[in-house]
C-alpha cells in the first residue's frame, strides 16, 4: 500500500493569530465585566417573603444599618451578628448590602424583605440597598441618583398605612465625594415634597456640620429622631433618621461590631401638633 501522505499541522502564525483573538476575546470580557453599571427604576406592591405582614396603628420601630455586606470591624462576615443587631424592629433601612443578603436577613428575622441593588457588575445585581419589614408596604418605587463618586446610588420611597393615614418612607445610601451635593439635593427635596407623615433615613455620608444637613434641619417641621430625645451625639455620625409630622418616643444607637457603622434607630408616633 502506499504510504498515507502526513497531515499538515496548523502554520505557527495561524495559531499565534488564533491565541491573540482568544487573548483579545476573554481580555473584553472581564473588562466588560467587571464594569460597574447603574440598575434603573422599579416599583412594585409589597415585599418578598411568606410573612404575614401587621398594619401598624400609628406606632413603629425604625431601624437604619450599613451593613458594610455583613463584614464586622474583626473583617469577618457574619450574617448571624448582623441579624442579631437587627431584632426587635418593624421596619429596617440597609445599605451596603450584597446579593441575597436582604433575603437572608429577612429569613433570619422572619420578616419580609426587598433588595434595591444600586448596580450591576459580572452581569448580576451586585451592590445595593435593602429593606426588612413585618409591617404592610403597600408600595414602593426604587430611583437611580446620579452616579458621582464611582459609585451607583438610589433611593427607595416606601408607602405603607399607618394608623389612618400614609406613612411615606425614604430609604438611601448617599456619595461621599463627587455628586454628592446633587444627590442629597435631589433626595432632600423629595423627602420635603412628600405629604407628612414622612421618614428619611440612610447612610447620607454627611455629618450634622454639613451645610446641606444644617439646612434640610432648619427646614419647618424637620428634626433628627436621635438627637430630639439625646442631645449631642457621637461626633461624625453619618447615619440618620429625619422626620416630619412625627415625633420620636425613643432612639439611640447600638454597635455590637457586626459593622464598621452603628445601627441608629427610633420609635416614631404621629406629632399631634401636626393633625
Same mark, same amino acid.
Given at each position: 500500500m502506499p504510504d498515507t501522505p502526513p497531515i499538515p499541522s496548523p502554520k505557527p502564525r495561524r495559531v499565534r493569530w488564533l491565541v491573540v483573538l482568544l487573548a483579545a476575546v476573554v481580555g473584553a470580557l472581564l473588562v466588560d465585566g467587571n464594569r460597574i453599571r447603574p440598575t434603573g427604576p422599579a416599583e412594585g406592591l409589597g415585599l418578598n417573603g411568606a410573612i404575614l405582614p401587621s398594619r401598624p396603628a400609628g406606632s413603629i420601630r425604625l431601624a437604619t444599618y450599613n451593613i458594610r455586606r455583613g463584614l464586622g470591624q474583626d473583617n469577618r462576615r457574619d450574617m448571624d451578628r448582623t441579624a442579631q443587631a437587627l431584632t426587635h424592629f418593624d421596619l429596617i433601612g440597609l445599605n451596603e448590602v450584597g446579593p441575597n443578603q436582604a433575603q437572608t436577613l429577612?429569613?433570619?428575622?422572619?420578616?419580609?424583605?426587598?433588595?434595591?441593588?444600586?448596580?450591576?457588575?459580572?452581569?448580576?445585581?451586585? #451592590?445595593? @440597598?435593602?429593606?426588612?419589614? =413585618?409591617?404592610?408596604?403597600?408600595?414602593?418605587?426604587?430611583?437611580?441618583?446620579?452616579? /458621582?463618586?464611582?459609585?451607583?446610588? @438610589?433611593?427607595?420611597?416606601?408607602?405603607?398605612? #399607618?394608623?389612618?393615614?400614609?406613612?411615606?418612607?425614604?430609604?438611601?445610601?448617599?456619595?461621599?465625594?463627587?455628586?454628592k451635593e446633587r444627590q442629597r439635593e435631589i433626595v432632600f427635596d423629595r423627602f420635603l415634597s412628600l405629604p407628612t407623615p414622612a421618614v428619611l433615613m440612610g447612610d447620607m455620608n454627611a455629618t450634622a456640620s454639613e451645610l446641606q444637613i444644617?439646612?434640610?434641619?432648619?427646614?419647618? /417641621?424637620?428634626?433628627?429622631?436621635?438627637?430630639?430625645?439625646? /442631645?449631642?451625639?457621637?461626633?461624625?455620625?453619618?447615619?440618620?433618621? #429625619?422626620?416630619?409630622?412625627?415625633?420620636?418616643?425613643?432612639?439611640?444607637?447600638?454597635?455590637?461590631?457586626?459593622?464598621?457603622?452603628?445601627?441608629?434607630?427610633?420609635?416614631?408616633? =404621629?406629632?399631634?401638633?401636626?393633625?
Open positions: 429577612g429569613e433570619k428575622l422572619k420578616q419580609n424583605w426587598l433588595y434595591a441593588p444600586t448596580e450591576v457588575r459580572w452581569w448580576h445585581e451586585d #451592590f445595593g @440597598n435593602g429593606l426588612l419589614s =413585618r409591617v404592610s408596604i403597600s408600595h414602593w418605587t426604587r430611583t437611580p441618583l446620579p452616579t /458621582g463618586d464611582g459609585g451607583c446610588r @438610589n433611593y427607595v420611597l416606601l408607602e405603607m398605612p #399607618f394608623g389612618s393615614e400614609t406613612l411615606s418612607v425614604i430609604v438611601t445610601h448617599l456619595g461621599r465625594s463627587l455628586g444644617t439646612r434640610l434641619l432648619a427646614a419647618p /417641621g424637620v428634626i433628627d429622631a436621635l438627637r430630639s430625645l439625646n /442631645g449631642p451625639d457621637r461626633p461624625g455620625r453619618i447615619d440618620w433618621i #429625619f422626620l416630619r409630622g412625627l415625633h420620636a418616643t425613643a432612639a439611640g444607637m447600638t454597635d455590637n461590631g457586626a459593622s464598621d457603622h452603628p445601627m441608629v434607630w427610633a420609635e416614631i408616633e =404621629r406629632a399631634a401638633t401636626d393633625h
